[in-house]
């Protein structure tokens, strides 16, 4: 069997009595287990508010779609984020007709405090930072930089489940107003399709329940325990339907009992995988500042010929990927052509090798093996 660069691997026994428990319950939709996994998730990670939404897409919207209402930004003014990130991202920018300014990105592919501030205008908003493969790159320096600049701060933290710095999860710090993880099939923390909206203000996290559900001022979980059946909600708003499930819930909270445990299984990999490498002046190691608290979501390299390392490894039943092509690359950015020219570099050399928890020692060792043999 060929190994895949991302593969879920669920505790299966845990997640059917979870989803036995829903459908023996009769209750599949929004609220029960998704009220138990919002309370976990807090716990968890420190965040004081958290909502638990259909995916990190949704959520992305959400975000933008209720800070420029809060603050009043007008269609067309901008929002700084980086070209190496799913397409996600950017795209939750273009849904509020906003604009998408890009800047450039590190030596972690996390955007870079530098380049965010030399692209700042009179109609720069925000910024969205992404978490890259866990990483929490240059976020300190982010802050400091929205700060002086009155902008706001959303951290789409797709790949940073069980992310944390000195002990503390970087999501809940001090001047970022929101941020937004993913729970899709294959992160690090998977589900089917579902993910979490955390807002630093208790208010957005209201606007944002009601927005999430269409608009209703009242979910029917709440309505149901209330005795009888309240009927005659109102609505105040075109909202959306982004909120999540019970079976998705319970899926969430079997795997976020081993996510601490995955994790640490993941950066044993990348350690194998660096040690491997680290003689090897062709390979560039993609590094991450704390290192031993990272969720290492995904492993990258840089290497001269991508395309060629690709196809050896296919060869031995090794399937890797990129993480990502420079989004400037897609005919709607393509407006920021030359704009930055490290993300577009790196975008051309970078291969994602396997990480999950499938993986053996022995795999690892073997696909380290081939690389280096092919990469000289
Ligand atoms: C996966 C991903 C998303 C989207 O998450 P979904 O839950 O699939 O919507 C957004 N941003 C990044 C960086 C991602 O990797």
Not at 344 to 359: A, F, G, K
Request: a negative charge; charged letters at 25%.
């Amino acid at each position: 069997m060929a190994i895949q660069v991302l593969k879920p691997k669920f505790h299966v026994d845990e997640c059917m009595a979870e989803v036995r428990e829903c459908l023996e319950m009769g209750w599949t939709g929004m609220g029960f287990k998704t009220v138990q996994f919002e309370e976990t998730w807090k716990k968890y990670t420190g965040h004081e508010n958290a909502y638990f939404i259909n995916s990190n897409t949704v959520g992305l919207h959400l975000a933008v779609k209720i800070l420029k209402e809060k603050y009043g930004w007008e269609d067309g003014d901008e929002i700084i984020s980086t070209p190496i990130t799913f397409v996600s991202t950017n795209h939750a920018v273009l849904y509020e007709n906003l604009h998408v300014t890009f800047a450039d990105v590190d030596e972690y592919l996390c955007l870079d405090p530098d380049d965010v501030e030399k692209k700042i205008n009179e109609r720069t908003r925000a910024v969205i930072f992404v978490g890259y493969g866990g990483r929490v790159g240059q976020l300190e320096r982010i802050i400091e930089v929205c700060k002086k600049h009155g902008l706001r701060l959303i951290l789409d933290a797709a790949h940073m489940s069980g992310t944390r710095v000195n002990g503390v999860c970087p999501g809940t710090w001090d001047g970022i107003d929101v941020t937004v993880y993913s729970f899709q099939a294959v992160k690090n923390l998977p589900t089917g399709d579902s993910g979490m909206i955390c807002f630093r203000d208790a208010e957005d996290d209201k606007v944002c329940r009601q927005l999430a559900w269409l608009g209703i001022n009242k979910d029917t979980y709440a309505r149901s325990n209330t005795g009888t059946y309240a009927w005659k909600y109102d609505v105040d708003n075109v909202g959306y339907k982004y909120n999540g499930n019970a079976i998705m819930a319970g899926i969430g909270l079997v795997q976020l009992k081993y996510l601490d445990e995955d994790n640490a299984r993941r950066r044993q990999i990348v350690n194998m995988y660096n040690e491997a490498f680290k003689d090897n002046g062709r390979i560039q190691i993609i590094g991450a500042p704390y290192p031993d608290e990272c969720s290492y979501h995904i492993y990258e390299i840089a290497v001269p010929d991508r395309e060629a390392l690709m196809d050896e490894l296919h060869k031995h039943d090794i399937n890797c990927g990129v993480h990502y092509r420079d989004n400037i690359e897609y005919k709607m950015y393509r407006y920021a052509e030359g704009t930055c020219p490290r993300a577009r570099n790196l975008s051309e050399h970078i291969i994602t090798l396997p990480l999950h928890m499938w993986l053996t020692d022995e795999d690892v060792a073997e696909i380290a093996r081939l690389t280096n043999e092919f990469v000289k």
